[in-house]
């Protein structure tokens, strides 16, 4: 990050210089230089602008350097097939949601890279995207009231999105998709969320998690 860093002061720099060398070249009517000047101004701006959005979105995401604990999920059943989930994100506040159903499901997004952008030393990077309540039974999740929760706030700049609508903006990148897991939703359930890099795992992290998942394997 520190290269990319490093690329984007230095081309926003040139196109500084050719910005000022085109305004002086105009004011002495040196118009062959000031239109050299122009386009590698226009040149330079636009690495830089690239390199500053990149770096934008690539702060907005986590680095994902092996399998690593993303988040815990606690359940507290109120009503019927209705729970408060706990997401505990580390170095975050923990958030509440309220989520219908009888499963839940968390998803994320997983941008990878190749070269030129590993040689700037970019790690893979995730986002947590959305978490839901699901029903097992597909004419339930059909017809039933469906519950999604967004885990991160939009933002104006997101590599992922860049990346879809714009692919010859970031041509380093060498994946990017989404990933889900989902397992039942039981009172007291805790499960521990790790990312490695191509997948989600939900794993129970007690006794209540773990009675769950054996039932739910077993039907």
Known sequence: ????????????????????????????????RAGGSCLSCMGSATIAGIGGMLLLSYVSYERLTEEKL????????????????????????????????????????????????????????????????????????????RTVHALTPESPVDVW??????PLLVPGVDAHYGTATYVPMVDGARFEVLLSRDALVARPDNDQARDAISSWRGN
Do not use: C
């Open 1 to 32: 990050m520190v290269i990319l860093s490093t690329i984007s002061l230095v081309f926003a720099f040139l196109a500084f210089f050719f910005l000022f060398r085109m305004l002086h070249s105009v004011r002495h009517r040196r118009i062959i």
């Open 70 to 145: 993303v988040s815990r999920v606690e359940f507290r059943q109120v009503a019927n097939e209705e729970f408060e989930a706990r997401v505990m994100v580390p170095e975050k506040m923990d958030q509440f949601y309220v989520l219908r159903g009888n499963e839940w499901q968390i998803d994320a997004k997983i941008v990878t890279w190749k070269p030129p952008m590993t040689i700037l030393g970019l790690d893979p990077i995730y986002q947590l995207d959305r978490l839901s309540g699901r029903y097992g039974e597909i004419t339930r999740e059909q017809n039933e009231s």
């Open 161 to 166: 999105k860049i990346a879809h609508r714009f």
